[in-house]
């Protein structure tokens, strides 16, 4: 589980470099200067808790068994939260309207913070391993 969760920390911590660069350059003859800080505050947050898979993946604090459920919360909220704005971000640019699919900010936004909770309450209630 340490190998999953650590690799796809690192998935998101690379794409989230690439959108990055993306919006400071690709966006910018595109898109308003309020769309673009849109943008930067999904890839923000995407760098956030790519870092935060990396450091779950990384140490052996809880039992496998106690990351699991966290660590589908942060991936799951990542794709709702961050990459619903990246699409709202470029909204303009498409036919498509995807204000349609605003609700999955919030919703993404309640399950990172779900699985900061869950972080802590599983950290704080574990046994100690020695």
Same mark, same amino acid.
């Given at each position: 589980?340490?190998?999953?969760?650590?690799?796809?920390?690192?998935?998101?911590?690379?794409?989230? %470099?690439?959108?990055?660069?993306?919006?400071?350059?690709?966006?910018?003859?595109?898109?308003?200067?309020?769309?673009?800080?849109?943008?930067?505050?999904?890839?923000?947050?995407?760098?956030?808790?790519?870092?935060?898979?990396?450091?779950?993946?990384?140490?052996?604090?809880?039992?496998?068994?106690?990351?699991?459920?966290?660590?589908?919360?942060?991936?799951?909220?990542?794709?709702?939260?961050?990459?619903?704005?990246?699409?709202?971000?470029?909204?303009?640019?498409?036919?498509?309207?995807?204000?349609?699919?605003?609700?999955?900010?919030?919703?993404?936004?309640?399950?990172?913070?779900?699985?900061?909770?869950?972080?802590?309450?599983? %950290?704080?209630?574990?046994?100690?391993?020695?």
């Amino acid at each position: 589980m340490n190998k999953t969760i650590f690799g796809t920390g690192i998935f998101f911590g690379l794409t989230a %470099v690439l959108l990055g660069a993306f919006g400071a350059h690709g966006l910018e003859k595109m898109v308003d200067a309020k769309a673009i800080e849109t943008f930067e505050t999904g890839v923000r947050y995407q760098m956030y808790h790519a870092l935060f898979l990396l450091i779950l993946g990384g140490n052996n604090i809880l039992v496998n068994e106690r990351k699991k459920m966290i660590y589908y919360f942060i991936v799951v909220g990542i794709v709702c939260f961050s990459f619903s704005i990246y699409l709202l971000a470029i909204n303009e640019l498409t036919s498509f309207d995807f204000k349609k699919l605003a609700l999955l900010t919030p919703f993404g936004g309640v399950l990172l913070i779900t699985g900061w909770i869950l972080l802590g309450i599983r %950290v704080l209630n574990q046994k100690p391993l020695n």
